[in-house]
């Protein structure tokens, strides 16, 4: 009598997203994330992106005192989800908690993540909603986003997040030409204001 096969243990959707992101091989000038229960492509952003990135990085690099440093494109790990926020503020890399594979940082370091929203419909969903709820979930303490495409262009600063209902519990929000300040952390008192943004728009 032939003994029973075995079934192959039964893989969940994170772990089999979680796979799937681990084999990519995608070509220079993408990245991919896992947020929420998908896979998410993207190309890196336009040249206005890379300047208001460029432009928050210096001014908060100056700002802030060690150990913490400013990180761009690196990956942030939460679980069997992965996050490459345009901006991070986390410890030096020999105070930083890496995952357990090394791939990226582990959520529990990150202070303060930034997106400079993309433009497009897809863009401005995962920034402002998607990646609010994600990172509210990871209990990220502050996220920062510029939003070129909101009105005449704004900068929402959420804090207070609550992990089990995947919300921002507190929220500024200033239209360019206005300066808004983070309200906590090791970026408490920095402030973004029109030589980030740029001016006020009409």
Same mark, same amino acid.
């Given at each position: 009598?032939?003994?029973?096969?075995?079934?192959?243990?039964?893989?969940?959707?994170?772990?089999?997203?979680?796979?799937?992101?681990?084999?990519?091989?995608?070509?220079?000038?993408?990245?991919?994330?896992?947020?929420?229960?998908?896979?998410?492509?993207?190309?890196?952003?336009?040249?206005?992106?890379?300047?208001?990135?460029?432009?928050?990085?210096?001014?908060?690099?100056?700002?802030?005192?060690?150990?913490?440093?400013?990180?761009?494109?690196?990956?942030?790990?939460? %679980? !069997?989800?992965?996050? @490459?926020?345009? +901006?991070?503020?986390?410890?030096?890399? =020999?105070?930083?908690? #890496?995952?357990?594979?090394?791939?990226?940082?582990?959520?529990?370091?990150?202070?303060?993540?930034?997106?400079?929203?993309?433009?497009?419909?897809?863009?401005?969903?995962?920034?402002?909603?998607?990646?609010?709820?994600?990172?509210?979930?990871?209990?990220?303490?502050?996220?920062?986003?510029?939003?070129?495409? %909101? !009105?005449?262009?704004? @900068?929402?600063? +959420?804090?207070?997040?609550?992990?089990? =209902?995947?919300?921002? #519990?507190?929220?500024?929000?200033?239209?360019?030409?206005?300066?808004?300040?983070?309200?906590?952390?090791?970026?408490?008192?920095?402030?973004?204001?029109?030589?980030?943004?740029?001016?006020?728009?009409?």
């Amino acid at each position: 009598m032939n003994a029973p096969v075995a079934e192959p243990p039964e893989t969940s959707l994170a772990e089999a997203l979680w796979q799937a992101w681990n084999s990519l091989e995608l070509p220079e000038g993408y990245r991919a994330e896992i947020i929420e229960e998908s896979i998410e492509v993207s190309p890196t952003g336009r040249f206005r992106h890379a300047t208001i990135a460029n432009r928050l990085r210096r001014a908060l690099e100056g700002h802030l005192t060690a150990p913490q440093v400013v990180y761009t494109d690196v990956d942030v790990i939460h %679980d !069997l989800k992965v996050f @490459v926020p345009d +901006l991070v503020i986390a410890p030096d890399e =020999e105070r930083a908690d #890496q995952s357990a594979d090394g791939l990226g940082l582990d959520v529990s370091c990150v202070e303060l993540v930034v997106e400079v929203v993309s433009p497009g419909q897809a863009g401005t969903v995962r920034d402002r909603q998607r990646k609010r709820s994600a990172y509210a979930r990871a209990g990220i303490p502050v996220y920062v986003l510029i939003d070129d495409y %909101d !009105l005449h262009g704004t @900068v929402t600063i +959420l804090t207070s997040p609550s992990p089990t =209902e995947a919300v921002y #519990q507190a929220e500024l929000r200033v239209p360019y030409g206005r300066e808004a300040a983070v309200p906590e952390g090791p970026a408490k008192g920095f402030v973004i204001g029109a030589d980030i943004t740029g001016p006020a728009r009409g």
